[in-house]
Structure formats: C-alpha cells, structure tokens
C-alpha cells in the first residue's frame, strides 16, 4: 500500500473539516442576522454560506475519490468501514486514519445541529407570524375549501400548476 494515498485522503478529510468549519461560522452569521433582522448583513451572510457550501460540496468530492483511490489500493471495496480500512493499514499508520475520519465527523455534527438550528428558529418564527396575520386580518385569509365545504389550511410549500388548464 502507499502512504501516498492515506496522506492524500487524510489531507481531503482535514481540508473537508476545515471547509465545514467555516460553513458553520457563515451559518452562524446567518443565523445572527435573522435574529436581528438585518436584511442587508443577512443577503450578504447568505451569500458566503452558499460559497462556503460549495466549498464543503467539493472538498467531499475530492475526498470521496482519495477514499476510493484508497481502498482500491487495500483490495478493498469503496464501501468498507473506517474500521476495516485502518485494519489494513500497517500498524503505525492504524491510529491517523479513525483520527482525521472522527474530526470530519465532528465537523458535519456541527454543521448539521447548527443547521438545524437555524431551521428551526426561521420554521417558528414563519408560523409565529402566519398565526399572527391570520388573528389581525382574518379576512384576508385565503380560504381553501374542502369537499365537505370545510376551510382546508393551505400548505407552506410550493403549488406547481400545470398551465395546460
């Protein structure tokens, strides 16, 4: 085996951690200007957490090949676990692969409850201020009508229509 190829996947996983770092400090941006409802400061968080995404998207690119250019070099297939990867490693290498492998872990928990988190608080504050409008303006609520003549809530997502009607 090389180490050529566990050094480079060991470097994809570090650039991958990095990389989701700092997503997670441009969620964090966005997530302050919601709070603080600054509109301009949160179209430019926006934007870097979208840069910031594609730099996470690529870097996982980078290290999903590594991975695979590791295994195939083990005998292995691109499936196989950490765990079974580090058992074909020589011994003195066994210890740096499940290391950069749980600090890339880490970094997409972050990500993933920061995320959530931000999901979250816009999802409440959305239905906060849809129950709002409906108390004040109950009158301009758009009603949709079921079968049985009862008002259906509109759902919150997207309607697609077919223009054919």
Same mark, same amino acid.
């Given at each position: 085996?090389? !180490?050529?190829?566990?050094n480079a996947f060991i470097a994809c996983a570090v650039e991958q951690t990095g990389a989701l770092d700092?997503?997670?400090?441009?969620?964090?941006a966005v997530s302050t200007a919601v709070r603080s409802r600054d %509109?301009?400061?949160?179209?430019?968080?926006?934007?870097?957490?979208?840069?910031?995404? !594609?730099?996470?998207?690529q870097a996982e690119?980078?290290?999903?090949?590594? %991975?695979?250019?590791? !295994?195939?070099?083990?005998d292995l297939p691109s499936d196989a676990s950490v765990f079974r990867v580090s058992l074909s490693?020589?011994?003195?290498?066994?210890?740096?692969?499940?290391?950069?492998?749980?600090?890339?872990?880490?970094?997409?928990?972050?990500?993933r409850i920061e995320t959530e988190a931000l999901s979250g608080f816009v999802g409440e504050a959305a239905s906060t201020l849809?129950? !709002?409008?409906?108390?004040?303006?109950?009158?301009?609520k758009g009603h949709i009508?079921?079968?049985?003549?009862?008002?259906n809530t509109a759902a919150t997502s997207a309607l697609i229509l077919n223009t054919a009607f």
């Open positions: 085996m090389e !180490t050529d190829k566990l700092v997503f997670v400090e441009e969620q964090r %509109w301009p400061v949160l179209e430019k968080a926006l934007e870097a957490a979208a840069g910031a995404a !594609t730099l996470v998207s690119q980078r290290r999903k090949t590594a %991975w695979e250019n590791l !295994t195939l070099s083990l490693l020589p011994l003195e290498q066994r210890p740096t692969l499940p290391d950069a492998y749980r600090a890339l872990r880490l970094a997409a928990m972050r990500a849809r129950h !709002t409008m409906e108390a004040l303006y109950p009158e301009r009508y079921g079968r049985s003549g009862r008002p």
